[in-house]
């Protein structure tokens, strides 16, 4: 079982940046699949970005690619997403999750443990 804790959201002007940080409990953290997912107002949580447990492999949204990064430390038991160029309509709660899955999965019905989300707002 793995515990998670989002923090780094908040409020940002568009073209700016944000870093939000995951932080894991649990021993075998990296043997875990992590995902990054938002959910805007009235609409349904989205995959942003996923890292295979090794942290080898990654995949992004269209929507983010090229401007969002996301890495793992397995050592400090924490994944990142690096948000730049941010728009408006990135504004979400973003949630960290993981899967036991060993490829990345964009359904959040393969991840079986989430955060309790942070809120990024970008303002136009």
């Known amino acids: 079982q793995v515990q998670l804790v989002e923090s780094g959201g908040g409020l940002v002007q568009a073209g700016g940046s944000l870093r939000l940080s995951c932080a894991a409990s649990?021993?075998?953290?990296?043997?875990?699949?992590m995902g990054w997912f938002r959910q805007a107002p009235g609409k349904e949580r989205m995959f942003v970005a996923g890292?295979?447990?090794?942290?080898?492999?990654?995949n992004y949204a269209d929507s983010v690619k090229g401007r969002f990064t996301m890495s793992r430390d397995n050592a400090k038991n924490t994944v990142t997403l690096q948000m730049n160029s941010l728009k408006a309509e990135d504004t979400a709660v973003y949630y960290c999750?993981?899967?036991?899955?060993?490829?990345?999965?964009?359904?959040?019905?393969?991840?079986?443990?989430w955060g309790q989300g942070t809120q990024v707002t970008v303002s136009s």
């Open positions: 890292i295979s447990w090794s942290g080898g492999s990654t």
């Open positions: 999750a993981a899967s036991i899955n060993y490829q990345i999965r964009e359904s959040q019905h393969e991840y079986r443990y």
């Open positions: 649990g021993r075998t953290f990296s043997s875990y699949t």
